[in-house]
């Protein structure tokens, strides 16, 4: 059954902080006079099928969502997309969507009033040099953070480096998982050495080793260490190595960096949400992307798909499949998620090849929290587990890990 997505809840002021508090980096004008964040956009009509009653099959108690005894002080570490593009203004060679992976003032807004009705006290970081200025002149109990760096395939482990070196506990994963998951290729070559099917693959960094591959086409061509879709187009799909060398060109030069290259998922595709830690991780729900447009066997979830999934993919949490696709999906994911190491949450991409097999594609170890359009947050509403909960529940694996 179809609904809406939920409108996301306005914050509410928070006495430990001034009236005109906002995010760090902000570019919004009017500084001095008081902030009025909103959390996103109207109510959107965008077609996601989700389960019938999902609030009610919630196995989130209230108890988890307002945390574990006393509340902490939570500091938020993120990078806005108006920073990052400041930050970047003087380079010349900067792809179209260089900025896609990070955040708009809106979901930093609706993480912290999330983390308020689970009765901690919040603080806003920013990220970069003016995040650890700030942490250095006071630590929090804990750091919730969704940094994505900027300028190195390890960007995202940056910010849990410092936070290590400083002895400050923090959400999500380490950096040693963060900067193995970011690199496409060294996360395949750990999965696929516990036995978890991936696609074959290559590594290309010259467009001239087209003639070399002996993969099977089609196939799909993406940079190897970014997220969030860029530089993954409706063109990244290639049914020749003319095709293929053509697209190489492109990508070697936006985004200077090898371009993984493999064999071509056909079946259906679906991510994953997982939350917890080692053995105790565990599904909250998986969900099927699925195209309202198009050839299904070709499909790509690409860049100008994410940009326009209201009207481009509906999404089906809980999926529309057989208990034991979704049992195999699932378990693929999971194993994946433990063998990369990842911690407290992750979203874990998966898709049947041609022979009916899941495969794993990748982890999102930092998944995107817009309480819209964030595809974890889709899924676990799907699934009944509200924007509140599931940042509560986040904290609280955390919290249990480091004995907070």
């Not at 109207?42 to 099959?57: L, Q, V």
């Not at 447009?293 to 209201?310: I, M, N, P, T």
């Not at 208990?323 to 911690?343: D, G, N, Q, T």
Request: glycine share 8%.
């Amino acid at each position: 059954m179809s609904r809406p997505v939920q409108r996301a809840v306005e914050p509410v002021p928070n006495p430990a902080e001034p009236s005109d508090a906002k995010p760090p980096g902000s570019s919004t004008p009017g500084s001095s006079k008081r902030a009025k964040a909103k959390v996103d956009a109207p109510r959107p009509s965008g077609r996601i099928a989700e389960k019938n009653g999902s609030r009610a099959g919630s196995r989130t108690s209230p108890q988890a969502v307002r945390g574990r005894g006393t509340g902490l002080e939570v500091a938020i570490a993120y990078d806005l997309k108006a920073e990052i593009a400041r930050r970047t203004k003087e380079d010349k060679v900067v792809a179209e969507d260089a900025f896609e992976e990070y955040d708009c003032e809106s979901t930093v807004a609706a993480i912290q009033q999330a983390l308020r009705v689970a009765g901690h006290r919040t603080r806003l970081l920013g990220g970069g040099r003016p995040m650890l200025e700030r942490l250095l002149k006071h630590k929090s109990d804990l750091v919730f953070n969704i940094a994505e760096g900027w300028g190195t395939r390890s960007r995202e482990a940056h910010v849990p480096s410092v936070l290590e070196m400083l002895g400050i506990p923090y959400t999500h994963s380490d950096p040693l998982t963060l900067a193995l998951t970011l690199e496409k290729s060294l996360a395949k070559r750990v999965v696929s050495s516990c036995g978890i099917a991936t696609p074959a693959h290559a590594v290309i960094d010259r467009a001239e080793q087209v003639r070399e591959l002996s993969l099977v086409y089609p196939l799909i061509a993406k940079p190897i260490a970014e997220g969030s879709s860029m530089g993954v187009r409706d063109c990244s799909r290639v049914s020749s190595p003319d095709e293929l060398y053509a697209l190489l060109g492109p990508l070697l030069t936006l985004y200077r960096q090898p371009v993984l290259v493999e064999e071509f998922c056909s079946g259906p595709e679906f991510t994953v949400g997982i939350l917890g830690n080692g053995m105790d991780a565990e599904v909250i729900g998986s969900m099927e992307i699925v195209p309202t447009q198009g050839c299904a066997e070709e499909f790509v979830y690409s860049l100008e798909v994410k940009r326009d999934w209201r009207n481009r993919v509906t999404y089906h949490a809980p999926p529309h499949r057989s208990p034991e696709l979704i049992k195999e999906v699932s378990a693929c994911a999971l194993a994946a998620y433990r063998a990369l190491s990842c911690r407290d949450v992750g979203r874990v991409d998966v898709r049947i090849d041609r022979h009916g097999r899941p495969c794993f594609l990748e982890v999102n170890p930092l998944p995107g929290l817009n309480p819209i359009s964030g595809d974890l947050v889709i899924l676990a509403r799907g699934h009944g587990i509200s924007y509140e909960e599931l940042i509560g529940r986040i904290v609280e694996h955390a919290r249990l890990r480091q004995g907070l």
